[in-house]
């Protein structure tokens, strides 16, 4: 379970620490965890964050998303609630975040960590500011992007094919997930009784597995039959050259 101060609650919900603030006044937003003079939310924290923000952006009033937020928490306990959400929020990510320095990333890419590339990465979440280091949430795709630079491909095409890559796994990820939310979960306006939350809980835990497996063996699959077909042209033309005359 991952831990947020609240300037990355904020930054990982695509908010501001104003807002955040402004949230827990309003009772909408859990209080969060004390440690000493600390502040420290959780991944339950998040998705509700992500959910207020979500409902405002419908046009919801503060009012009326209390209202639902209560009507949700009615006939079950705190733990409860947070327990459902904090598998909904639970990092999906199989890696952990990995510190990165400046000279680091510069050495990794050359005179091509530019302030303009740096600044894509960071709109693409491939690297977050903390202080004056960073943080790859996903370091196997730095490593990826360094790999494909050290290849010759220039970083910002990397980083357009990263922007890439995520919309179209969202969108087959989203396939997957609507299609349990329809057959499993039910309505959008329905809720768990309390005796049911245990029930989704797990549901959602299976669900982590289940995209995470679809999308691996997807890939693996699309991987056997795209390079070839991209590729073969050019090894044949590398065949059908004479000795000495292939380039």
């Known amino acids: 379970m991952a831990e947020y101060r609240i300037d990355d609650l904020a930054q990982a919900a695509g908010t501001t620490v104003r807002n955040v603030r402004v949230y827990q006044d309003r009772e909408l937003l859990p209080p969060p965890r004390r440690e000493g003079r600390a502040a420290i939310y959780s991944d339950a924290h998040l998705v509700r964050l ?3 923000i979500n409902m405002l952006e419908r046009g919801y009033a503060f009012a009326q998303i209390r209202e639902m937020l209560t009507a ?4 079950r306990s705190l733990a409860d609630v947070l327990g459902l959400e904090e598998v909904m929020g639970a990092s999906w990510a199989e890696e952990a975040p ?3 320095s400046a000279s680091e990333l510069r050495s990794m890419f050359g005179k091509q960590f530019t302030p ?3 600044t894509r990465a960071q709109q693409l979440g491939l690297i977050e500011r903390r202080g004056t280091r ?4 996903s370091p196997q795709l730095l490593d990826a992007g360094r790999e494909l630079v050290a290849l010759g491909v220039p970083l910002s095409d990397v980083l357009e094919l990263a922007e890439q890559l995520q919309h179209d796994v969202d969108h087959v990820a989203g396939l997957l997930v609507e299609i349990v ?3 499993v979960l039910g309505p959008a306006e329905w809720t768990p009784s309390r005796d049911e939350v245990p029930y989704y809980a797990d549901v959602l835990q299976r669900l982590r597995t289940l995209v995470m497996s679809a999308l ?3 890939a693996a699959r699309s991987a056997q039959r795209v390079i070839p077909e991209i590729l073969g042209d050019k090894l044949i033309e590398l065949l059908e050259n004479k000795p000495g005359e292939a380039s």
């Open 72 to 75: 949700w928490e009615s006939g």
């Open 134 to 137: 960073f943080v790859a949430p």
């Open 181 to 183: 939310r329809k057959h």
């Open 50 to 52: 992500r959910m207020i």
């Open 98 to 100: 990995r510190a990165v």
């Open 216 to 218: 691996s063996a997807a």
């Open 116 to 118: 303009s590339n740096l």
